[in-house]
Structure formats: C-alpha cells, structure tokens
C-alpha cells in the first residue's frame, strides 16, 4: 500500500495482440495445418475453423455472454483476442507467443514489422457508488460543476491519454479511462501499445515482455493515478 494510499484490484476483462507482417496472399492449407496442430493442444487449441471474405478465424464457442476466443489471420496481421474468459496475463503471453511462433514457422514468415497489445480492466472506486460521478468529480470536475451547460443528462463521460516514445521507452501507449455502462459502479480502463519494431521469429517470445510492459502500465499508474483520486 505505501504511504497510505491505497491501491487498486483490477479485473482484467480483455486482452488483445496484433502481431503484423508484411502483406501476403494466405493459403488456407497453411493456416489449416496451424489449426490442427493447435488442437491438439487443450490450453492452446480452437475449435472451429473459418475461411471468410475479410480472412481465416480460428474460434472457440462462446460459453457466455460476451465471451470470445479467436485467432484471425489476415493479409497482413495475425490479430488474437480473449474477452470475458477468465485468462490471467500468464495465459495469454502463452497463448501469443506459442500462436505466434507456430504460425509464422507454417506460413513461412520471417519477421513481425510492429507489435500491438490491448489491456482492458475494471476497477471499483472505494468512494463512489457511481463511476460517472467519480470521473466528473475527480478527473473531470469541469463536467460535474458545468453539467448544465450541456442542457441534458450524461450517461457517460471518459479521457483518453497519449504517451509517445520517450527515452528508453521505444513504444506508444494510448490509455482511455471510461464509464462502464454494464455496472456503473466501475471505471473501465483501457491500454492499447504500438511497438513499431522489427521482431524475427526466432524472438517472438518478447511479445510477452510487450504485452506485460503493457498490462503493468495499466495496473501500475494508471491504478495509482486514479486511487490517489479516490477520496472521501
């Protein structure tokens, strides 16, 4: 805790990679051979394989509301996202960097031209019953004493920050702090990198050093700025 501020427990809800390439006509063949052999591997695998006009999905089925599972290779990005299934950061920098490794090997890639990662988490501020109202109070509090002005009610309110390159940081991260209208009691929070930068295959297992280096922007200042708003 430190110094008596308190810090937050976020419920991470989403994660997103997107490992580009350079632009290629896909064999389904291929990515075929990529779903099968990942099949066989419960923790890694997808059960459903779809070729389709905007490129070839590997999926699992939805157990819930909300849930998705998939793996999606287009002409020049292999985009993987688990939403809503309970997967810990550990999980899917597995996930990543197995998925990764083997479809670049099948499909005769060489080497990722820029790394992308998305974050989403929930937190529940302490002393708000409502997460509109600790965003205008706290972190928009021109919104809470000009709520007039708009002449109507706000059902929602956000802020999106940019930190470009700097020093020994290489990549860009994009952070957005919003409502969440599915229980607003909590503050969504988001965390998308660029790591504009070659990565042979060989190195593929530093995407999860991206991806942490993302997660932990998240749940390091992004949760301290927003707890040290949080107050009586």
């Known amino acids: 805790m430190g ?3 308190m810090t937050y427990d ?3 809800i989403a994660f997103a990679a997107e490992i580009i390439y350079p632009p290629q006509q896909l064999r389904a063949d291929l990515v075929q051979n990529v779903h099968n052999t990942l099949f066989q591997k419960p923790q890694l695998g997808y059960q459903n394989f779809q070729v389709a006009p905007d490129g070839i999905h590997l999926s699992n089925i939805a157990q819930a509301q909300g849930q998705v599972s ?3 290779f287009t002409f020049d990005r292999l985009v993987i996202r688990e939403e809503m299934r309970g997967a810990t950061l550990e999980d899917f920098a597995t996930r990543v960097v197995n998925v990764a490794t083997l479809a670049f090997q099948t499909l005769g890639m060489t080497t990722s031209i820029t790394q992308q990662f998305v974050v989403r988490s929930l937190v529940t501020p302490r002393h708000f019953q409502d997460g509109r109202e600790f965003l205008a109070q706290r972190l928009i509090p021109a919104v809470s004493q000009g709520n007039n002005s708009f002449g109507r009610p706000m059902q929602s309110l956000g802020v999106r920050f940019v930190f470009p390159p700097h020093e020994q940081h290489t990549e860009t991260f994009q ?8 229980d607003q009691r909590s503050i969504w929070i988001e965390n998308s990198s660029m790591y504009a930068s070659p990565l042979a295959v060989a190195d593929m297992p530093r ?3 991206q991806l942490t280096a993302t997660y932990s922007h998240l749940t390091g200042p992004v949760c301290s700025f927003l707890a040290k708003l949080d107050t009586p």
Request: net charge neutral.
């Open 3 to 5: 110094h008596g501020i």
């Open 175 to 182: 952070v957005r702090v919003e409502t969440w209208p599915q």
């Open 10 to 12: 976020p419920r991470t």
């Open 70 to 72: 998939t793996a999606s």
């Open 207 to 209: 995407v999860a050093d």
